[in-house]
């Protein structure tokens, strides 16, 4: 089965340190999305691109948050510097979708997830 | 922006119960999305659905697209299905993002 592969699993590191995280989409899939989940908020958008192009990043605090996605088969998430309010399951998603603004057609394929703790 | 309302937040039932779990949302939407989070973290969509009812194996999933309203079914509820039930909603008209649900934490006991 395809699947959606992040890396590392697991991140601790200690506050102010650049943290980078790593998606490789479904092969085909041309929108990828960065979340973030924590206790409290429960699921929450960062940042999505569609045909690598950025769409929307208005979830991500700009100062210190980054999202790129140098080819169809790499997305990155960057902190720098990372603070401890950081600490969260970061996830990656990837789903293939229409031209024309139909929205999605399929469901969105979720990768296991980035665990990060900032001390 | 959408509020979606998930209930209960936490459900506890016995191995072979029926059990329901409700989504709500308050601004039209193009498709509504169920999603299940096992502990130890991965999610996987259980439905996409945008009017009726879909069934999979022991669940269903319906929405009333009139009532802004999803409900999520287990039928002989097994240990096995204990995990997070999250609910998320999708706009459409060109617009990709979720709004998500805070989830329900369903444990069956045996």
């Known amino acids: 089965d395809a699947r959606v592969t992040q890396t590392p699993r697991h991140k601790v590191t200690e506050m102010g340190q650049e943290v980078t995280m790593r998606c490789q989409p479904i092969?085909?899939?041309?929108?990828v999305f960065w979340y973030r989940q924590t206790m409290m908020q429960g699921l929450e958008l960062l940042a999505y691109?569609?045909?690598?192009?950025?769409?929307?990043d208005s979830g991500m605090p700009k100062d210190r948050f980054s999202a790129e996605m140098p080819d169809a088969t790499l997305a990155t998430l960057k902190i720098q510097p990372s603070e401890p309010r950081d600490s969260a399951v970061y996830f990656c998603?990837?789903?293939?979708?229409?031209?024309?603004?139909?929205?999605?057609?399929?469901?969105?394929?979720f990768g296991d997830g980035t665990r990060l703790s900032i001390l | 922006k959408n509020e979606v309302e998930q209930s209960p937040q936490n459900l506890t039932a016995q191995e072979g119960e029926f059990i329901t779990i409700n989504c709500s949302y308050s601004?039209?939407?193009?498709?509504l999305h169920w999603l299940q989070q096992h502990p130890g973290g991965g999610i996987v969509s259980l439905f996409m659905?945008?009017?009726g009812k879909k069934k999979h194996g022991r669940l269903i999933a319906t929405i009333n697209i009139q009532e802004k309203h999803s409900s999520l079914h287990i039928t002989a509820s097994h240990p096995r299905d204990s995990a997070v039930y999250i609910c998320?909603?999708?706009?459409?008209?060109?617009?990709?993002?979720?709004?998500f649900g805070k989830g329900t934490k369903l444990s069956v006991i045996p």
């Open positions: 998603a990837s789903v293939k979708t229409l031209d024309g603004g139909k929205g999605f057609n399929q469901p969105q394929h």
């Open positions: 092969l085909g899939h041309n929108t």
């Open positions: 691109f569609r045909n690598r192009a950025p769409l929307d």
């Open positions: 601004v039209g939407i193009s498709a």
């Open positions: 659905l945008s009017s």
């Open positions: 998320a909603v999708e706009p459409g008209a060109g617009s990709y993002q979720l709004t």
